[in-house]
């Protein structure tokens, strides 16, 4: 297989979904604004979508596929199909009782994730609702998650990379076409996630099929396999938890802040995770299986190696993007949202919670790359320590920062950004100390040719801003040719200097079984 035709693969197919989201908020925050209605469906959907990530793209996967592969590698075809089977069956029952939980629990779960929503009656029931409508979500991307690990571990990366697209696409129908219909347009984003939750796993099951692998779910706690994954899964289960909780703990922060402080980080966050996901979580996905194969046939040398090009691949691309997110955030800000309902003051408040996040970006990033090195080796003790470490890190930071910073809603963003940093390096010193990675030859000059090369490229779009019009006064059409502009000329000079350097692409190239 080819690591780098993977990447691109999966890369692709999470820039399309990125770019639809993007068209997706600059739909919503053209609807609704950034105001009393969106806060409330961002907080309402921020809890099952944090769920997500901890059950279905977080301490599942990680506990999940490697023992996977381990069973795909030394076990036949059928053991692997009964040890699917076992482990549908053990993850749809837990679903089924969270999902239940949190429908009945969902005015505590509003009162602790948003306690400030409680002095306005109206406020609080609202987003209890809406909960309750968005809850089951939980339910169906776990499952459809699942069957994306299964085919991310027969490399079919790409199927489960498009996935998300669909999600995208519900909402910005339902934004269209249902909100002007109802009494209560927020009601839309609610359909919009359930519909789409229920697409994003219809459309994988064929794909499944075709692999051998769609199952019918079996009930059986108490088989070896199905005990293993639930063992490791309940440290992992800590370990994606903590990463989570400072964010559930800055919007219960957030709403204490003035009206609008909520939407402003989310906006932000949505445009942070288009470079987090089109490169750290695609470099992550590709990864995790190869590297549990290297662990499951006893090869040190190619783990290692493999953590070497991904930790490369991630420089090269992630310093571009985080001058580029750094430098940028403004004109991408107001091409992006700002029209309708959405202010300038909404957008130069975006601006600076972006701000503060993209510092963290290289962090973010590194720890979807160094994190997999531990869990393919079943380690994920580790991890959890060094996440409690970022997490008291972050929780004192964000106190400090909404004390001293004039923008507070950016102190909490600032916060998540240099705990995320402390992370990736608490992560690279512990693959380094137990010995389990060795660099390659010749980083020094690797790192001087990408420092050259990102200089060049900072100075050309600092130059061409203070050349271009004041994006403020451009209508949307002309903000959108002048951000292209930027962008591009950017990535040619940096690609430009890449290739005088003497970079070339087949030095990336990496195969593996």
């Not at 509003?110 to 409680?118: R, V």
């Not at 995770?273 to 046939?297: D, Y």
Request: proline share 4%.
């Amino acid at each position: 297989m080819n690591l780098l035709r993977s990447l691109a693969a999966v890369s692709s197919m999470t820039m399309i979904s990125r770019i639809l989201g993007l068209v997706r908020e600059m739909i919503i925050s053209h609807t609704f604004g950034a105001g009393t209605a969106t806060d409330v469906f961002f907080t309402a959907f921020k809890l099952p979508n944090l769920l997500r990530r901890i059950f279905a793209e977080g301490a599942f996967s990680q506990a999940f596929v490697p023992i996977l592969a381990e069973h795909k590698t030394r076990q036949g075809e059928e053991a692997t199909r009964e040890f699917i089977a076992k482990i549908a069956g053990a993850l749809t029952l837990a679903l089924v009782i969270i999902t239940a939980i949190g429908i009945l629990a969902a005015p505590a779960v509003i009162y602790l994730s948003a306690a400030g929503f409680s002095h306005d009656p109206a406020k609080f029931a609202l987003a209890t609702d809406l909960l309750r409508w968005i809850f089951p979500y939980i339910l169906l991307i776990s499952l459809a998650s699942f069957v994306g690990s299964i085919l991310n571990t027969w490399n079919k990366f790409s199927i489960p990379a498009f996935v998300p697209t669909l999600l995208n696409l519900s909402f910005i129908v339902c934004a269209i076409f249902l909100a002007p219909h109802l009494q209560q347009p927020i009601y839309a984003l609610a359909a919009a996630v359930i519909i789409g939750g229920v697409i994003q796993l219809a459309f994988q099951l064929p794909w499944l099929a075709r692999c051998g692998m769609l199952v019918r779910p079996r009930l059986d706690l108490r088989d070896s396999g199905v005990r293993q994954v639930m063992t490791n899964m309940l440290p992992a289960l800590f370990a994606v938890s903590v990463a989570q909780i400072s964010i559930l703990i800055n919007s219960n922060l957030a709403s204490f802040l003035e009206s609008g402080s909520i939407s402003w980080i989310f906006y932000a966050d949505r445009l942070m995770e288009f470079p987090v996901g089109v490169l750290g979580v695609a470099l992550g996905t590709i990864l995790l299986p190869s590297l549990s194969k290297s662990v499951a046939n006893d090869d040190p040398d190619e783990y290692s190696r493999l953590l070497d090009w991904g930790l490369r691949l991630c420089l090269l691309l992630c310093v571009p993007a985080t001058i580029g997110l750094g430098l940028l955030a403004g004109p991408l800000i107001l091409t992006v949202f700002q029209s309708g309902k959405f202010t300038v003051h909404d957008a130069a408040m975006t601006q600076q919670a972006l701000l503060g996040y993209s510092i963290g970006l290289m962090g973010m990033i590194l720890v979807k790359i160094l994190a997999p090195g531990f869990y393919a080796r079943k380690d994920i003790r580790t991890p959890v320590r060094i996440a409690c470490m970022a997490l008291a890190s972050t929780l004192a930071l964000n106190i400090l920062f909404i004390t001293l910073l004039p923008f507070k809603h950016a102190g909490l963003t600032l916060g998540i950004a240099l705990g995320q940093c402390l992370n990736a390096w608490l992560l690279y010193r512990g693959l380094r100390v137990k010995n389990l990675y060795q660099p390659q030859a010749k980083w020094g000059a690797f790192l001087l040719k990408l420092a050259l090369a990102s200089i060049c490229m900072a100075t050309t779009l600092v130059l061409l801003q203070k050349i271009l019009p004041d994006f403020t006064i451009m209508s949307r059409w002309w903000r959108a040719g002048g951000l292209t502009a930027l962008v591009s000329t950017g990535a040619i000079v940096y690609l430009g200097s890449l290739f005088l350097l003497g970079f070339k692409l087949k030095d990336f190239r990496r195969t593996t079984r």
